[in-house]
């Protein structure tokens, strides 16, 4: 295929970087436990410098493969679909979700924010991060608002984006893995004075599972 093509069809969302695509459950966050498909998209300049999935980062390294066969092939292991990356949002997800949701999928999304929605969504999990900040669209349309406490100051950070999302917006901590030791009893106090937050754990990574 020709690199103007290529180019085209990378626009268009019909070909997007897999990283990886796997059936799984679903480990953290509202839908923890459930059994979901996932597509990992590669491409990620936010930055976090604890990311657990630094290999996504560069989007060239990953082969750009056909969005309807993937979302074909996805929906005939399970009806619920787990967007995430790398940050998805760099791409254009129309022809991605409207063949999901053609098949019947109930589409989630993992998302910092920083890039506008595109695609049909029906569950967006939005996790700010402090060195690309999510658009303003975003924060009405969360359905879960899931922070990362990597040190103390994130409590605060943290209460601030609450602050921004809708009133249904279900609100989510999860200790950065490297850290779960010193911050969740730091999380459970901060809980247990503030209950509408619930506290989320990487549980695939205790079930050993991807
Ligand atoms: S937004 Fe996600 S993928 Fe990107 S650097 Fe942060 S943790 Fe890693």
């Known amino acids: 295929m020709d690199n103007h093509l290529?180019?085209?069809l990378l626009k268009k969302g019909r070909l997007l970087p897999v990283m990886e695509h796997f059936y799984t459950l679903q480990g953290e966050g509202a839908h923890a436990g459930?059994?979901?498909?996932?597509?990992?998209l590669g491409g990620c300049d936010v930055g976090c410098h604890w990311c657990d999935v630094k290999e996504s980062w560069n989007a060239e390294l990953h082969p750009l493969m056909d969005m309807e066969a993937l979302a074909k092939n996805a929906a005939e292991h399970c009806k619920t679909i787990i967007l995430t990356g790398g940050e998805p949002l760099m791409w254009?997800?129309?022809?991605?979700?409207?063949?999901?949701?053609?098949?019947?999928?109930?589409?989630?999304?993992?998302?910092?924010?920083?890039?506008?929605l595109s695609g049909e969504?029906?569950?967006?999990?939005?996790?700010?991060k402090k060195t690309a900040m999510p658009k303003k669209e975003i924060y009405a349309k969360a359905d879960e608002l899931k922070m990362i406490?990597?040190?103390?100051?994130?409590?605060?950070?943290?209460?601030k984006q609450a602050a921004l999302v809708n009133k249904d917006c279900k609100l989510y901590l999860q200790s950065e893995w490297s850290k779960r030791e010193e911050m969740?009893?730091?999380?459970?106090?901060?809980?247990?004075?503030?209950?509408?937050?619930?506290?989320?754990?990487?549980t695939h990574k205790y079930l050993n599972i991807p």
């Open 34 to 40: 459930v059994a979901a498909y996932f597509i990992r």
């Open 121 to 128: 969504i029906d569950w967006i999990c939005l996790s700010p």
């Open 184 to 202: 969740y009893p730091k999380i459970t106090e901060f809980i247990l004075k503030n209950p509408r937050w619930r506290a989320s754990v990487q």
């Open 149 to 159: 406490i990597y040190n103390n100051n994130d409590f605060k950070f943290a209460e």
């Open 92 to 116: 254009n997800l129309s022809i991605l979700t409207k063949k999901l949701k053609s098949l019947g999928c109930r589409i989630h999304i993992e998302t910092s924010g920083a890039y506008p």
């Open 6 to 8: 290529q180019e085209t």
